[in-house]
């Protein structure tokens, strides 16, 4: 069966750490999609890609990058990690305007 | 420009009773609606879908929930709620331009025993 799967699950860092979170999807889907999720917000968008090579910026971007070498990953990155991105990071596929599809997520804790 | 309202950000029932989760929509275009249920710990996972074809739509675990266009709504039901029905419950909209998908803040549903 087709899945999304998101590695680590659980991960503590210290502030000014570079931190790489993998998201692996195999739908052969082209759009995938990063989100983080916090307590009264709901999920926001921190970055999007509709295909190889194409990334966009989300409405929560700043600290946070992305590269898509290929349809199945899309690795988010925290270029220097801060508390105020604590939180739980979902990641999800889909084809263009159907339902995504959304890993289990990863709990970041950045201390 | 798309938005989505949950109106309740909790909701208690108890089992065997109805459950009504209830969301408002604001789309420039014909939309499509979804609703996604998420477990502790888990990735959201999708209930149903509305596309443009019947306004009643069916899901899984015996939801359904009803497009009605006069009134931007987008309800989920469910007869008859189930003690594995608490979890949290968002009603999402997708952007035919752009592709995105715009989330409500979420409806938390406790089923008392």
């Known amino acids: 069966d087709a899945e999304i799967t998101q590695s680590p699950r659980h991960k503590i860092t210290e502030t000014g750490r570079q931190v790489t979170l993998a998201c692996h999807q195999t739908?052969?889907?082209?759009?995938m999609f990063w989100y983080r999720q916090d307590l009264g917000h709901g999920l926001r968008l921190i970055h999007y890609?509709?295909?190889?090579?194409?990334?966009n910026k989300g409405e929560v971007s700043d600290g946070y990058s992305v590269s898509r070498s290929n349809t199945e990953d899309l690795p988010l990155t925290l270029e220097s990690a801060a508390s105020s991105q604590t939180s739980v990071y979902f990641c999800?596929?889909?084809?263009?305007?159907?339902?995504?599809?959304f890993g289990d997520g990863t709990r970041l804790s950045i201390l | 420009a798309q938005s989505v309202t949950q109106l309740d950000s909790h909701v208690s029932v108890s089992e065997g009773t109805p459950v009504l989760l209830r969301c408002n929509y604001s789309s420039s275009y014909s939309p499509s609606l979804f609703w996604y249920v998420q477990h502790p710990n888990k990735g959201l996972q999708l209930l149903l879908k509305y596309t443009s074809a019947a306004t009643l739509v069916k899901g899984i675990n015996g939801f359904e929930a009803e497009f009605k266009k006069s009134e931007t709504s987008f309800h989920l039901t469910k007869p008859s709620a189930h003690m594995s029905d608490a979890a949290e419950y968002f009603c999402v909209v997708s952007d035919p331009g752009t592709y995105k998908y715009i989330f409500g803040t979420g409806t938390r549903l406790k089923v008392l025993a």
């Open positions: 999800a596929s889909s084809d263009s305007n159907q339902p995504q599809h």
């Open positions: 890609s509709y295909g190889v090579q194409d990334t």
């Open positions: 739908w052969n889907h082209n759009n």
